[in-house]
C-alpha cells in the first residue's frame, strides 16, 4: 500500500482519489475550500461528461450520492460551420442511451466527497493549504504547521498548480484572445435533450441542456466585446437574445459570468514521485466539452498502467496534445472566412455524416 497525497480535491482530484482508495491505497486529499453545499438553481460551473466516463464515475459509487436533479442526460450534439454545413451525432450512433450528462461542478464534486468519506484509508484535509514542499523528504507542510510524509504526490490543482511550481515542471501555452461568456437562462419554449454549437467569424456560440426548459447559453467573443456587453446586465441580455432567440425562443437570464480562454500543456506529467492530472497538467479550447474528461482519462490511465509514471506520461501526453491540436484546427477551421477552406470543410463533413466514420469518430472521443 502507497500513501498518495492529492493537491486538489476537485472533480479531477477528488475522482482520483476515490479511485484509488477503492483500490486499497492510503489516500489523503488537500483542498484549499471547504465543500460548497450547491444551490437549488444550476451554477453556472457546468461539465458535459461523455458517458464512457459517467458510467465509470457511477462504478465508483456516486449514484448514491450526487443530486439527480443537477444531472441532464443529453442524447445528440451538432456543429455548424460559418456557411451552414452542420455535423450531427446522436447516441444511436455511439450505440448508447445517451452521448454523456450535463452535470453541475459542484453537485458532483460533493458525490465525491461524500463517497471519500465513508473509507477508513481515506483523510480529507479542508480547508488545508501545502506552504511547504520538501519533495526530496518526500514530505510537506500544511498551513497548520503539520508535516505529512507521502509516497507519491499528485497535483491536480488546476491551471496554476502549486504541485507543478514546486516540482519545476513548466509549461507551453498562449491566450486565444477570447473570452466565453455562460448565462443560465430559463426557455419559454421546450429544448431536445441536445447541445449544439455554431461556429461564427468572431468566435461560436452554444447551447448546454439543463432540463427541458433551462439551459446555459454560450457565447465566445473577443475580450473588448464581452467587457463592452457585460457593463451592463440590459446590454448582456440584448446581445444574447440577438444570438439565441432565433434558436430557443424568448427567454429570461438568470446569471452570467464569463473567463479567459488559454490553451496550456505541462511540458511534462511528472517528476520523480510527483504528477499532475486534469487542468494541472493540460488546460484545453472548451468548445467540445473535452476539458474534464481528458481529466477524468488521466486518472483512469494511470491506474490502468498501475501507477508507472513513464508509462502515464507516454499515453496522456499523446493523447491529450492530439485532442488540443483537433481543438485548435476545428477552432481555425470552422471560423474561418475562406471560401475555398469552407468548401474543403463542407464535402468533409458530408463524408464524415456517413455512418461508419461517425461510429469511429464518436469511439475516440468518447475515450478521450
Not at 493537491?7 to 479531477?12: H, W
Not at 448508447?96 to 477508513?120: D, F, I, K, P, T
Amino acid at each position: 500500500m502507497k500513501h498518495y497525497v492529492v493537491n486538489g480535491g476537485g472533480m479531477v482530484g477528488a475522482a482520483a482519489a476515490l479511485a484509488l482508495a477503492r483500490a486499497g491505497q492510503q489516500v489523503t486529499l488537500i483542498d484549499s475550500n471547504s465543500l460548497v453545499e450547491p444551490e437549488p438553481d444550476w451554477d453556472l460551473r457546468i461539465s458535459s461528461v461523455n458517458d464512457n466516463h459517467w458510467q465509470w464515475l457511477l462504478s465508483l459509487g456516486i449514484g448514491d450520492s450526487i443530486n439527480w436533479q443537477k444531472v441532464n442526460p443529453y442524447e445528440g450534439l451538432s456543429v455548424t460551420t460559418v456557411r451552414g454545413s452542420s455535423l450531427t451525432f446522436s447516441a444511436q450512433d455511439a450505440g448508447r442511451q445517451q452521448l454523456g450528462v450535463m452535470v453541475e461542478n459542484n453537485n458532483l464534486q460533493a458525490a465525491l466527497w461524500q463517497c471519500l468519506s465513508g473509507y477508513a484509508n481515506v483523510s480529507l484535509r479542508a480547508p488545508a493549504a501545502i506552504e511547504c514542499f520538501d519533495l526530496q523528504q518526500q514530505r510537506l507542510r500544511l498551513n497548520d504547521d503539520s508535516w505529512l510524509s507521502y509516497d507519491v504526490l499528485i497535483g491536480a490543482d488546476g491551471s496554476g498548480s502549486a504541485v507543478a511550481r514546486a516540482a519545476g515542471i513548466g509549461y507551453r501555452g498562449w491566450d486565444y484572445g477570447q473570452r466565453c461568456l455562460l448565462a443560465n437562462v430559463e426557455l419559454q419554449q421546450p429544448i431536445e435533450a441536445q447541445t449544439w454549437e455554431i461556429f461564427r467569424p468572431q468566435g461560436p456560440f452554444a447551447l448546454l441542456p439543463l432540463s427541458s426548459y433551462q439551459a446555459c447559453l454560450i457565447d465566445y467573443r473577443s475580450h473588448a466585446e464581452i467587457s463592452a456587453i457585460s457593463q451592463h446586465k440590459e446590454q448582456l441580455v440584448k446581445a444574447l437574445e440577438q444570438t439565441f432567440r432565433p434558436y430557443v425562443g424568448d427567454f429570461e437570464v438568470h446569471r452570467y459570468a464569463s473567463f479567459p480562454l488559454q490553451r496550456k500543456h505541462a511540458l511534462n506529467y511528472y517528476r520523480d514521485n510527483t504528477l499532475l492530472m486534469g487542468d494541472a497538467a493540460h488546460s484545453i479550447h472548451p468548445l467540445a466539452g473535452q476539458g474534464v474528461n481528458l481529466g477524468f482519462a488521466d486518472v483512469r490511465t494511470y491506474l490502468a498502467v498501475d501507477g508507472d509514471n513513464c508509462r502515464y506520461q507516454r499515453q496522456r501526453q499523446r493523447q491529450n496534445q492530439t485532442m488540443m491540436r483537433t481543438m485548435d484546427a476545428i477552432h481555425v477551421g470552422f471560423t474561418a472566412r475562406s471560401r475555398l477552406l469552407q468548401s474543403g470543410l463542407g464535402v468533409a463533413l458530408k463524408l464524415v455524416n456517413q455512418a461508419a466514420l461517425k461510429k469511429q469518430i464518436l469511439r475516440q472521443a468518447l475515450q478521450a
